[in-house]
Structure formats: C-alpha cells, structure tokens
C-alpha cells in the first residue's frame, strides 16, 4: 500500500505555461539520477509535448494507442529517454475525442500505471480543470501544484485546488441529495444562502449526522496538496505560495505544504529546444540544483509516510 501511496505524483496547476512539463520532466530527471525508477507520463491528452522535450520527435506509440486498444498492455507503448533510469509514456493528441477519455478507459489506464514497474510515476496533466485532468489529480495520492508568481497563475492555481476539492465532495455524496445541496451553497453562493467556508460547511453537515461529517473530514484530509513555485526572479517573489495556502486553508480548510521553489532559469529556457542536451551534459544550471532539492524533498516525504505518518488514501475516480 505504501509503495502505491508513494509511487504516483500528478502534476497540474490550473495554468497554461506555469512549467508543470518542465516540473515534471526536471523531478523525474533528478529522481532518476538519485538511483530511482521513474516513469514520465504525459496525461496532457489535449495538448501533449512532454515527448518534445526529452528529444523524441514522432513517438513511436503513445497514449492513444493504449487507450484505444491498439495495442493491449501499457508496457507496449514505454519509450527511452536520454535520462538512464527514466522512461516516458507519451501523450495522445491525435485522436478526436482523446482528451476525454470515458471512464471505463480511464479506469483501465489508471490500473495498468499502477503495475508499471517504476519507484515513481509522474503525471504531467494538462491546463484548465477539465474534469479528465481533476480526475487525474485526484487519483494519485500526491498532489503537486505548480504556479509562478504572475497574479493570473495564483488565482489560476487557487481555482485548480478549489475545483478538485468539489469534485472529491460531488463526488463521496453524489448519492445523497442533502450534502450535496450544503456543497452547493459554499461553492455558488445564492440568496445570501452562501457557506462561505469549508469549516461552515462541517457545522452544517453536523445535522446529516456523524458518519456524514466524518466522510467530509477524511475528503479535506486526504487531499494531500503541495505547491512549487516556479519562474522565482527575486527574494519577494518566493512567499507568493504564502497566499494560496492561507487562503486555501481559511476557506477550504486545506493544510498545503511548500515542496519548493524554483528560480527562473535562462539557461534553462534557452535550451527548451535541447533538453535532451540540458539533461545529460548541463550542470550549470541554478533550476537544476532546485529541482534536486524538490527531489530529496519528494524522497524524505516518502520516507515519513511509510513509517506512517500520513495517511493517504487514492480517492476514486468519477464517471
Ligand atoms: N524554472 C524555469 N526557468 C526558466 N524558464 C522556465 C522555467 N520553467 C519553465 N520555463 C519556461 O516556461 C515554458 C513553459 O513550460 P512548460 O511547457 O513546462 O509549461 P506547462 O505548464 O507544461 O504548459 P502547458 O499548460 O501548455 O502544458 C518552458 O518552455 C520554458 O521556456
Ligand atoms: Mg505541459
């Protein structure tokens, strides 16, 4: 269970061009360079460029293929990257439809990842907060939010953490038409009706009873959230994750801790066209030596939840 708990990472952030590929493939990088097994996954089914970026033109086989039945086992459609210890699984953008995948592809993708042989999968998800990529947020038991510190991408990001911890609640009392209209008064407030806060929203739930409450509980508590600033140009800029966790903790009563910044990088940026280069021969690079930092930090994390003190359980996937 540990070793599930542990393995899966997804990546997203509500924003477009926050660095959630880069994230992704700079963690997975360092991850693998510390001697671990790492599988890159590109869950960006709209918009997928994560193969781009370790050097592989026309992926041989992606997502896509798995998904549509193409091919019958996951295993089929891993390529190499030029990292030793890292591989890929490309994104699917070439299918009409792919990006939403129905449930029943969802579900049998998620379980083929989890019997992958890998000490890490990393999800990198896509822009927006479209129900697939929530979904794909939701699943893995660790959640990595990625902003910079433009304004657009805190409320961005803000609006990504709000928006999965609604779909966890429609989703735990989609059955139960009382919660669901408590959930509705925090998450569109009519007629001065409004909740204006998760810890309102306990009070209320008091009246479904006990059980109700408690299921309320363990939803906030299980989303296991933390956040990487990312782009950071000077010493002011690196509290901005400050605001999001106030606010995400006054009003969603959710506890999201700092896994690390990262400094906007030139030489970084200007290699985007050669990360296969960038990866293997850079050691110059102030984001690298971050991104081994968020690397060690991923590592002790694992380490604290196996001798058990987290508790996180995957929250299952809607329809
Ligand atoms: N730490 C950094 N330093 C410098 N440039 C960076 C850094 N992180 C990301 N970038 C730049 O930002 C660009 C966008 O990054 P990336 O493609 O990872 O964003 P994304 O969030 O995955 O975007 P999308 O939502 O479109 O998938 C990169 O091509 C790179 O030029
Ligand atoms: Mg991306």
Not at 1 to 15: T, V
Not at 39 to 60: C, E, F, Q, W
Not at 91 to 114: C, E, F, S, V, W
């Amino acid at each position: 269970m540990d070793e599930i708990k542990n393995k899966f990472w997804a990546i997203g952030g509500g924003k477009g061009g926050v660095g959630k590929s880069i994230v992704t493939l700079m963690i997975g990088a360092s991850l693998a360079k510390l001697g671990n097994k790492v599988m890159i996954v590109d869950a960006d089914l709209g918009g997928s460029n994560l193969h781009t970026l370790v050097g592989i033109r026309y992926p041989k086989n992606t997502l896509a293929d798995f998904i549509s039945k193409k091919v019958e086992t996951i295993d089929e459609v891993i390529m190499d990257t030029p990292v030793e210890n890292m591989k890929i699984i490309c994104g699917a953008d070439d299918i009409l439809g792919m990006a939403n995948p129905k449930y029943t592809q969802k579900t049998r993708l998620l379980n083929h990842l989890k019997r992958l042989d890998a000490d890490f999968i990393l999800l990198d998800l896509g822009a927006g907060t479209s129900f697939t990529t929530i979904d794909f947020f939701l699943y893995a038991p660790n959640k990595i939010v990625v902003l910079t510190p433009q304004i657009t991408s805190i409320q961005n990001a803000y609006g990504f953490i709000k928006a999965s911890l609604f779909r966890c609640l429609n989703d735990i009392f989609s059955k139960e038409d009382r919660a669901l209209e408590l959930i509705k008064r925090l998450s569109s407030p009519v007629n001065g009706e409004g909740i204006d806060s998760v810890a309102k929203l306990c009070d209320e739930f008091k009246a479904l009873g006990e059980q109700q409450q408690e299921s309320l509980l363990n939803c906030i508590n299980s989303l296991n959230i933390k956040l990487i600033v990312n782009m950071v140009k000077d010493t002011k800029e690196k509290n901005v994750g400050n605001i999001v966790r106030s606010v995400a903790k006054n009003y969603l009563g959710l506890t999201i801790e700092d896994l690390g910044v990262v400094q906007f990088d030139n030489i970084l940026n200007t290699s985007i066209n050669n990360m296969a280069e960038f990866l293997t021969k850079r050691r110059d690079s102030m984001a690298s030596v971050h991104f081994y930092d968020i690397a060690s930090n991923i590592i002790k994390s694992c380490q604290r939840s196996s001798s058990g003190s987290l508790a996180l359980d995957a929250p299952k996937i809607s329809a």
